[in-house]
């Protein structure tokens, strides 16, 4: 049973630039939830989708936006990149509880953005 | 605005020493604990505490949750250097299933 994929594995960026980064998640799961995590600090919340609508969003500005497409995948896009959007960038996919939140989270490997 | 306080924020021990790791939290409306182990990259799930004073349990970690002093520790008795790693606290409440994260502990276990 594949667990939590994500692509790709490192990317660097220079500043202004647009990028995508991708999640598959677990098998049965069907909600995918993205985090950003700078050095030494604990993940950040950035949004969650489910049946294809971001259902929770956390402090991020416009520029971060996400897409979720009929298969559960789901894609994170960063426009106009900032030095300190340098983090690792990590998706983690659950299934929902009938619309009282999630079951436990399973996290994929990341993405490592830097940005120059 | 919830928060999650883990400490210490890094340790030092000899392989075989037992350490506690701690974890407190101000949430409106908390729903559950959850302890994830984080090597290189992936956070790795360890334990979901919802209840007060249910120890959970798997191999050499232990886990318990006090809902009305809000914290939990970690306990990992007979450390080996494979449980080297960041050890994330994160609390998730009744709305929604964000999930809000401590700082973390690097806990370096050396032979």
């Known amino acids: 049973d594949a667990g939590v994929t994500q692509s790709p594995t490192h990317l660097i960026k220079t500043r202004g630039q647009q990028v995508t980064l991708r999640c598959s998640p677990k098998?049965?799961?069907?909600?995918v939830s993205w985090y950003q995590q700078a050095l030494g600090q604990g993940p950040q919340f950035i949004f969650q989708?489910?049946?294809?609508?971001e259902r929770q969003r956390g402090n991020f500005p416009d520029r971060f936006s996400g897409h979720q497409f009929p298969n559960y995948s789901s894609e994170l896009n960063v426009n106009a990149l900032l030095l300190g959007d340098s983090a690792l960038y990590l998706c983690a996919s659950s299934l929902d509880l009938w619309g009282v939140g999630t079951d436990t989270q399973y996290f994929g490997p990341g993405t490592r953005l830097t940005v120059l | 605005e919830d928060k999650v306080v883990q400490s210490p924020l890094s340790l030092v021990v000899h392989e075989g020493d037992t350490v506690t790791l701690n974890c407190s939290y101000e949430v409106t409306n908390f729903r559950s604990l959850l302890w994830y182990k984080q090597e290189k990259k992936a956070p790795t799930f360890l334990f979901m505490l919802?209840?007060?004073?249910i120890e959970k349990k798997s191999g050499r970690l232990s886990s318990i949750l006090d809902k009305k002093e809000l914290f939990s520790i970690l306990n990992i008795t007979a450390t080996q250097t494979g449980d080297s790693a960041v050890y994330l606290c994160?609390?998730?409440?009744?709305?929604?299933?964000?999930?809000?994260f401590g700082e973390g502990t690097q806990l370096t276990v050396n032979p």
């Open positions: 919802t209840s007060s004073g």
């Open positions: 994160a609390v998730q409440k009744t709305s929604g299933s964000r999930l809000t």
């Open positions: 989708y489910y049946e294809e609508e």
């Open positions: 098998s049965g799961h069907d909600t």
